[in-house]
């Protein structure tokens, strides 16, 4: 069982930049993390996710814009956005499983609370 925590969100102006970042209970080096993003009304979407090895999957929608990173102790995970968009603004999640990366938030059974990324035009 892993509880996850994250932090970082805010407001932006478009073209600026957060970092968000997710702390676990405990060491998740045996863990793929993942970051989801939700907004009212729709599904939750798969962001950005990164395997106990290092790999690292993102959306084409954030492709060349957010980096995905882990810690060295491999227990937190990161989401830098770079030149955000107003369509970046969501509820922003910190996931994990054991296993690789996933992206349906239904393969993920440990979650964080959220942290609000608002972006303006």
């Known amino acids: 069982q892993v509880q996850l925590v994250e932090s970082g969100g805010g407001l932006a102006q478009a073209g600026g930049s957060l970092r968000l970042a997710c702390a676990a209970s405990?060491?998740?080096?045996?863990?793929?993390m993942a970051w989801f993003r939700q907004t009212p009304g729709k599904e939750s979407e798969f962001v950005a996710g990164?395997?106990?090895?290092?790999?690292?999957n993102y959306a084409d929608s954030v492709k060349g814009r957010f980096t995905v990173s882990r810690d060295n102790a491999k227990n937190a995970v990161a989401l830098q956005m770079n030149s955000l968009k107003p369509e970046d603004t969501a509820n922003y999640y910190c996931?994990?499983?054991?296993?690789?990366?996933?992206?349906?938030?239904?393969?993920?059974?440990?979650w964080g609370q959220g942290t609000q990324v608002t972006v303006s035009s």
């Open positions: 996931a994990a499983r054991l296993g690789g990366v996933k992206i349906s938030p239904k393969d993920y059974v440990h």
């Open positions: 405990r060491s998740t080096n045996l863990y793929a």
């Open positions: 990164a395997s106990s090895l290092g790999t690292t």
